[in-house]
């Protein structure tokens, strides 16, 4: 078992917890914004953390504890592909609890070995959402003919309230619908700095109500929606090559998307040409 030497967190180790990420990504695959600076410093700089480094002094385990934008006590860690199943995961989520000021802990894995669920279930926590994170590579891009008497239209500030509409068809009935009210709906999706207007798609039909929606942000197809009554009509499958049709004149070299492990639509993901990159999840404590 390789010691390690146990550090406060600081703002000089952002650079090596996201090395530390890409490491565990290029492993095992999951959300890929992990590495970037904006999440990491999310993670791991919104509270107190902790890093392990090995005697030559890189950087191999890192956790934080904070509190989330609910309120939530929220932990999440990393440990390097070449020192686990040596105790150091286990050994994070004992710092984790106690910097949690004795509050049940929500955990946050944007990346998750083979390994994940069973030392957290030995644990005592549980699952409780997860994604595939799906990549398609743009090389090849199947063609989906968008059915008859449909017409779409690109995000404009006259269209928006359409596409609040279309998300609210497509999703209201989904368990846990935020129902989020439209001018904070808008703002999200507007106010991401990747967000893709002239790229985003609402479609109506020949009545004008609305059938379906997609959005884009940089290289992903960040939301697709179809309303029930336009179900079974490949319209979701449209939406989704139309999109990698446009990231792809736009000169994204891949193009991301992420699904419920729940959802039927990963097998029409996996139809279209995307494949599996890792599971993101999110864990809590068992209330006894």
């Known amino acids: ?52 480094r090995d005697e030559t002094g890189d950087l191999v385990a890192a956790a934080s ?9 929220t932990a999440t860690w990393l440990v390097h592909p070449s020192v686990r199943n040596q105790g150091h995961g286990e050994a994070l989520v004992r710092w984790c609890r106690e910097h949690a000021g004795g509050g049940l802990l ?19 926590l549980q699952r409780t959402f997860a994604e595939h994170v799906m990549r398609h590579d743009l090389l090849e891009v199947p063609r989906v003919a968008r059915a008859a008497g449909l017409s779409s239209f690109p995000w404009t500030d006259d269209t928006a309230d359409l596409f609040h509409r279309a998300y609210c068809g497509a999703f209201s009935t989904r368990p846990g619908f935020p129902d989020t009210p439209r001018d904070e709906w808008v703002g999200e999706v507007q106010g991401d700095p990747g967000f893709r207007p002239d790229d985003s798609r609402v479609v109506l039909d020949e009545r004008g109500l609305v059938a379906g ?5 940089d290289d992903w197809v960040d939301q ?12 979701g499958a449209h939406l989704v090559v139309r999109s990698l049709r446009a990231l792809r004149k736009a000169g994204c070299e ?13 097998e029409l993901y996996t139809r279209l040409g995307f494949r599996d990159f890792g599971l993101r999840a999110r864990y809590a404590e068992v209330k006894l």
């Open 213 to 217: 929606f997609v959005t884009l942000t």
């Open 106 to 124: 929500r955990v946050v894995a944007e990346t998750t070995s083979s390994d994940t669920e069973r030392v957290l279930a030995s644990l005592g």
């Open 1 to 52: 078992m390789s010691t390690l030497a146990w550090q406060p967190l600081t703002d000089d180790d952002l650079l090596d917890v996201r090395q530390l990420a890409q490491r565990c990504l290029d492993a095992d695959g999951g959300l890929p914004l992990l590495a970037g600076e904006t999440m990491a410093r999310r993670l791991f700089r919104s509270g107190p953390g902790i890093g392990g």
């Open 65 to 73: 504890v904070f509190v989330d934008g609910s309120g939530q006590r």
């Open 224 to 235: 697709v929606g179809v309303v029930p009554s336009w179900r079974g009509h490949a319209l």
């Open 254 to 266: 891949q193009a991301w998307l992420a699904v419920n492990v729940d959802n039927a639509a990963h």
